[in-house]
Nanobody
Framework: QVQLVESGGGLVQPGGSLRLSCAASGRSFSSYVMAWFRQVPGKEREFVAAISLSGSIRRYTDSVKGRFAVSRDNARNTVYLQMNSLKPEDTAVYYC????????????????????WGQGTQVTVSS
């Protein structure tokens, strides 16, 4: 199982930017589809973005398209989430997940596909 550690969260004003990072342990990072999810109290974890093994395929939930960008650096075992034009409704705990199964098709938007999770990092968008 892979260990994941998120960082980069914080308090930002509406319209501001943050970059989240997720560092993975182990030597098989390039074999994992990676994703970002977010969760607010009382609600289910929500898909945000996912990226394929090489980074050539990226998927986003509609509410963040054009504002967020997911990327990865396989040499550094790290996946990133660049968040621009942040809105108060983006406030949540953000989690990165790793899909360690060998699958065909697009990176999954389904939480159940991701077997390893980090501890989360809080993002608060408020004036």
């Amino acid at each position: 199982q892979v260990q994941l550690v998120e960082s980069g969260g914080g308090l930002v004003q509406p319209g501001g930017s943050l970059r989240l990072s997720c560092a993975a342990s182990g030597r098989s990072f390039s074999s994992y589809v990676m994703a970002w999810f977010r969760q607010v109290p009382g609600k289910e974890r929500e898909f945000v973005a996912a990226i394929s093994l090489s980074g050539s395929i990226r998927r986003y939930t509609d509410s963040v398209k054009g504002r967020f960008a997911v990327s990865r650096d396989n040499a550094r075992n790290t996946v990133y989430l660049q968040m621009n034009s942040l809105k108060p409704e983006d406030t949540a705990v953000y989690y990165c997940g790793a899909d360690i199964q060998i699958r065909s098709g697009l990176p999954s938007k389904d939480e159940s596909a991701y077997g390893s999770w980090g501890q989360g990092t809080q993002v608060t968008v408020s004036s």
